[in-house]
């Protein structure tokens, strides 16, 4: 399905608190409306106006002339035979399409990897979601309802959440941090802050920004080398930010926060799992407060990258832990169906 750009009313969920308020304002209207429909949009995700119905049916056709609830549409869906996990393609009234990812865990737990992009122009050598480049910018409306797709689905809330999906979160900074509070408020998803988690390439605009918020989102770093010329060979996306500039940043989001970063390093088999390459990532994260995700690289179709073996990986969680840092081996999710770190792809 080609990405046509059509008219199309803005969505109800991409509204902040205080637009709800200047709305009920406008419409001259008692306070207790805006809770209302506050209540309809996100926490109860209501995709039809009839459903609202302890509103008037002259304030929702007042609302349906203004904004839209409507769901994206499921264009494909896929589900892994390993592990029960579920790749969606969704489409949005305007066009764009997405891929978001549902994995359901033990005790009740669902988590949703979601995308901030359509596309990405960030170019990861390893990636797949950037080789078609950046199509647009998702809202946050648009972000919320993945998670709220996937909710219904599986007939179950979402308990955590990761922006690691299609493109760069804080190239979307603001819909991102929307969607964020929307995901965490007991008026949305009532999802714990600690849950929210938001992965960059590493922006440090971003990182600085994120530091100063005051909920205790978790942040996460694409590292993937610390070695600078790997790093820019790999992630040319962010080669004008250096590595020494990007560990100061974090040490100072550290400073800030209390809060512990991790570093995603995908181990790509004589790329960056060789001695050199170790060491490095040790010094880099060597009496800094961190943890670092260490991952199979999953195979792109097209590429010429490998993953490094078991035994690698095993080698560096070693090594870390012998200057005090944790690491661990992160299990991939839905390989079979594409759905893992850096295989989706905006295609119908």
Known sequence: MANETTNTLPLLRDLSPADIDQLVYDLQLPKFRGK???????????????????????LRAQLAERYSVDAPRELRRQTSRLDGTRKYL???????????????????????????????AMGCAFCATGKSGLVGSLTSGQ??????HIAEDFGQRVTSVVFMGQGEPFANYD???????????????????????????????????????????TLAVSLHSAVQATRDMLMPGVRRYSLVHLRAALREYVEATGRRPTYEYALIGGINDTREHMEALVQF????????????????????????????????????????????VRDSRGPDIDAACGQLRQRS
């Open 143 to 148: 972000i919320y309802d993945q998670v709220m």
């Open 175 to 217: 819909a991102t941090l929307r969607a964020l509070r929307w995901l965490n408020s007991e008026q949305g998803a009532g999802i714990g802050a600690r849950h929210l988690t938001v992965s960059t390439c590493g922006l440090l605009p971003g990182i600085h920004a994120f530091a100063a918020e005051p909920e205790q989102f």
């Open 36 to 58: 209302q429909i506050t209540e309809w949009a996100w926490k109860r995700a209501a995709t039809s106006y009839d459903d609202m119905t302890n509103l008037p049916k002259t």
């Open 90 to 120: 969704l489409g949005f009234a305007d066009g764009k399409q997405v891929e978001c990812v549902g994995m359901p865990g033990g005790r009740g737990r669902l988590a949703a990897c979601v995308s901030t992009q359509a596309g990405c």
């Open 285 to 328: 994260c060597q009496g800094d407060l961190c943890h670092v995700n260490l991952i199979q690289l999953n195979e792109v179709s097209g590429s010429n990258f490998k993953p490094s073996t078991a035994e690698k990986a095993d080698e560096f969680v070693r090594r870390l832990a012998a200057v005090g840092v944790e690491a661990t």
